[in-house]
């Protein structure tokens, strides 16, 4: 078995920055995914290789070609809307994938698995901060999803010996810090994208849904973790598989406090120096008031706790990549 460490879906967001710690690590990496960007194109040391996890054929080649140590498996359809409207998407791209991966996984002998999972999984939390053992009950087909492969992979874990870490992530937000990756989804769909967008005239208004919840200022309030902080966790995943410290485990990646919508939009005027136009619309369904992680596992098993996840560092990040040339 060769040290190389294939990075599943490595071209999008969470993915690029885990692969750019891993390369500024010194780690030899691959990353699988279906199409690469083009600002990732000339970066140093980046080597992807077009995979689908729909096709069997492709994945078994690439393992072949590179026989990998581990996998980080980022690659997922993530909107929640669309979830609910072509749930036929979901399972077979995140379902039935993984199901793909896993066997080519256990067919050459690879025993090591950093998952990529959500909050999404809690659903409607009874309680803040949210931590591992509490009810799993998602309410959207994203987060079923999710649920499914976690359940999968303990089972995995239990009859085949494949050991995984399982990494359920709050709010992911800001960007690399020397402007090599960022956040870039089509839609966007992320809050503070949106209203740095906003911010920058690309579009007119930003929009918060529902000022009425049992919060100070009446805004929901979220739990946001800097990417560069997530990428961190997944390198200490990693590391404590392949030491042998860790087998399997559900871990929480968040900052154990939270920030409102209203307070990202103040904080937003302030870095931008930009008039954001706010409009006021109805509650969404199924937004709870708070959404905050409890990060004590993630800090005794994985010694990490977030470094970049203050709102100054995460905005200013963000717009800056925003504003690349």
Request: aromatic fraction near 10%; hydrophobic fraction near 40%.
């Amino acid at each position: 078995m060769s040290d190389t460490i294939f990075i599943v879906g490595g071209n999008g967001y969470i993915g690029s920055h885990t692969n750019l710690l891993l390369l500024d690590k010194g780690y030899k990496t691959v990353v699988l995914d279906k199409q690469q960007p083009e600002y990732l194109v000339n970066l140093p040391g980046w080597i992807w290789e077009e995979a689908d996890l729909q096709n069997l054929a492709s994945l078994e080649s690439v393992f072949l070609k590179y026989n990998p140590k581990a996998v980080i498996h980022f690659a997922a359809s993530i909107e929640v809307a669309e979830s609910q409207i072509n749930p036929q998407k979901y399972y077979f791209n995140n379902v039935v994938g993984t199901l793909n991966l896993l066997k080519v996984m256990n067919d050459f002998g690879v025993r090591n698995l950093v998952f990529s999972s959500t909050a999404a999984v809690y659903g409607l939390p009874k309680h803040i901060p949210i931590n591992e053992n509490d009810q799993t009950k998602p309410i959207n087909t994203y987060g079923k999803t999710k649920l499914v492969v976690e359940n999968i992979l303990e089972d995995y874990y239990h009859s085949y010996g494949l050991k995984s870490v399982i990494l359920r992530y709050f709010n992911a937000c800001g960007a690399d810090h020397l402007g090599r990756s960022g956040e870039c989804h089509e839609p966007e769909s992320h809050l503070i994208p949106i209203l740095l967008e906003v911010a920058s005239g690309k579009r007119p208004e930003f929009g918060i849904y529902g000022d009425d919840y049992e919060t100070l200022d009446g805004t929901c309030i979220r739990d946001y973790i800097h990417v560069e902080d997530l990428a961190t966790a997944h390198l200490a995943a990693l590391e404590g598989l392949l030491d042998e410290k860790l087998s399997f485990e559900k871990i929480n990646l968040g900052t154990g406090s939270g920030f409102s919508v209203k307070e990202i939009v103040e904080k937003a005027k302030q870095i931008t120096k930009k008039n954001i136009a706010i409009k006021i619309s109805e509650r969404r369904a199924g937004d709870p008031d708070k959404l905050i992680a409890s990060n004590q596992k993630a800090k005794e098993l994985l010694e990490w706790k977030p470094q970049k996840s203050d709102l100054d560092t995460i905005i200013l990040s963000a717009w800056n990549w925003l504003n690349r040339k």
